[in-house]
């Protein structure tokens, strides 16, 4: 089994920063590409950002300027790295991961239980 496990979330002021950070754990060849979801209360779930094994990364406009995602491979964690956090970014947050438990096996897609941001104004 493949467990991804967040920490970081909190309450912070807006224009504050927070750092979320999500490790996996398991059995686990690689991984590909890991990412991070938010989830507002009465909302669906949105896509935040995410990174290749390379390093790649994609934003969404939302966060885009405010946001950094990273990820340590030998340490299978990604980070989130929020500056600039405004009141519209609370959210339960989630890791998400592409892993490989074996070498010749599909990825399989994984995700954490969420951290929760609040930002207050």
């Known amino acids: 089994q493949v467990q991804l496990v967040e920490s970081g979330g909190g309450l912070v002021q807006s224009g504050g920063s927070l750092r979320l950070s999500c490790a996996a754990s398991?059995?686990?060849?690689?991984?590909?590409?890991m990412g991070w979801y938010r989830q507002a209360p009465g909302k669906q779930r949105e896509w935040v950002a995410d990174?290749?094994?390379?390093?790649?990364?994609n934003y969404a406009d939302s966060v885009k300027g405010r946001f950094t995602i990273s990820r340590d491979n030998a340490k299978n964690t990604v980070y989130l790295q929020m500056n600039s956090l405004k009141p519209e970014d609370t959210a339960v947050y989630y890791c998400?991961?592409?892993?490989?438990?074996?070498?010749?096996?599909?990825?399989?897609?994984?995700w954490g239980q969420g951290t929760q941001v609040t930002v207050s104004s």
């Open positions: 998400n991961a592409d892993v490989l438990r074996r070498r010749y096996s599909p990825p399989y897609n994984y």
């Open positions: 990174i290749t094994s390379g390093g790649s990364t």
């Open positions: 398991g059995s686990i060849f690689s991984i590909n590409a």
